[in-house]
């Protein structure tokens, strides 16, 4: 079962990242920016809205932002498209959108296979 961070933890103010410092860490560090417990709370929120309208989607919309596979978490997974469009909502949404479109032609072909079969490794390893 995946961990659900909620906007408190997002923001640093309680979880794992609780002693982190938070949003205001960005300052020292901006390799942190937009990565969990460090949002602010705008981010915070786009993140959490990015999210409800994941499980409005289907289940074609939802593989696109899954597109690694579970194993990178979700918080995780979620802020790689929030940073991708620097947490644009909009601009998010369309990314999405385009690349799940982009996605659907290729699956056409069988472009995509089994990620751990084609590697022949296990997908924690790539």
Not at 72 to 84: D, I, M, N, Y
Not at 97 to 126: I, Q, V, W
């Amino acid at each position: 079962m995946q961990e659900v961070w909620d906007k408190d933890m997002l923001m640093g103010k309680t979880g794992p990242m609780a002693d982190k410092g938070g949003a205001d860490e960005v300052k020292k560090d901006p390799m942190i920016w937009g990565r969990g417990g460090h949002l602010t709370e705008e981010q915070a929120d786009i993140y959490l809205k990015f999210k409800d309208e994941i499980e409005k989607r289907d289940e074609h919309f939802k593989s696109t932002i899954y597109s690694f596979g579970e194993i990178e978490g979700e918080v995780w997974t979620l802020l790689r498209w929030c940073r991708a469009r620097k947490f644009d909502y909009d601009e998010m949404i369309k990314m999405v959108e385009e690349a799940t479109e982009c996605r659907e032609e290729s699956k056409k072909h069988n472009f995509y296979e089994d990620p751990k079969e084609a590697l022949g490794c296990d997908m924690a390893l790539y």
